[in-house]
């Protein structure tokens, strides 16, 4: 009775939301409020330059759901197995190409003006789209570093990423300068493909606004092709028409051949424009890929852990959809002061606090990185329908 009492809290507790774009669908559900001259006011004290990475945001700067959550939405959010699809290459360099594509797909078009919670220590998140589960978990929390692990046994497929970021508030905009450190293994090839992604740029002023930028590096030892791919950002008043555009090259490393030349907008089109030929040929249209997406379902309470995201974060999560603002900030609160106490006893009992999921390092010469601790990941409670 007891068991079945707590099954049926979590149930009522969870709270699952659909992706939240911009630019792509209408966002009934959740819309930010209009909050400019509140960013403003927030920021107004912080010289540029100030590291904002533990900066504490009121619920009403606020998606309902984490970043552990946004993460997996990356990879299993889709109208198309973009990512089961790269291992489906004939040839080395085709699968580059649909690599490409898959990297590309993992720029999400935000909403401004709302970021997601930053994850406690051991929070987790598990989900599963079709063959392909995926599982997160917050491996640090000062700096924030998120572990993701996925796995396609029916398409032989397997990702491992360690994400680690930091804000700086450069006063006219924000910049979250991105450590990612991405491998996606396909392993029936034999072939594994290294990346990184770009940096999070969210304009105050004069046109307030999130695009990416930097570049994206992409190579695979096995097959020796290699991808460069830049995030074009604009300028200050938003001149020079490179809105979320997107260009770059897929070369031979041994020979620095160009075999293909790719060129869009990363929120739109991106086209590949073979050297030998000049033909040209779409390799990702976001409108196909992530427009109508739904919330993922429950399937099965019984697994759902208490570390999950969308348990930890319900209240505070209903009370930003219902914009109960007072009741989500005390919800808040509350995961704030029980993270502080569990901090505070680690540190008099002399506890090292050590991750379920992964084995995790960190060096100076290397930052972090992450590799999980079982080979496979197992269907998740939490699905996203195919």
Known sequence: ?????KIENKISNIVLTRPFYSDVDSNEEYKTPNIIIRIFSLFKNIRPGSDITSFKMPPIFSLPKSHLQCYAESVCAMNQDVLGNCSEGKSPLERMIRVVAWSISTARPLLYGATPFNPVLGETHHVSRGTLNVLLEQVSHHPPVSALHATDESNKVELVWCQHYALKFRGTYIEAANYSKRRLYLLEKGESYVMNFPNLIIKLFPIPGCEYAGDVKIKCEESGLEAVISYKSN????????NR???????????????YEVSGHWDRTATIKDTNNGKVKVIYDATEVVSGLRAPTLKNAE????TESAVIW??????ILAKEWDKAGEAKKRIEEKERELVKR???????WVANHFNVSYSEENGWDSSPKEKYVPPAPIVYTT
């Open 245 to 259: 555009a997107i260009k770059g090259k897929i070369i031979e490393s041994f020979s620095s051949k160009v075999l």
């Open 346 to 352: 680690r540190n008099s009992s002399g506890e090292t």
């Open 235 to 242: 300028s200050l008043f938003s001149f020079g028409g490179n």
């Open 1 to 5: 009775m007891v068991a079945e009492q």
């Open 303 to 306: 697994e759902l852990s208490q």
């Open 314 to 319: 319900a209240d505070v999560s209903r009370g």
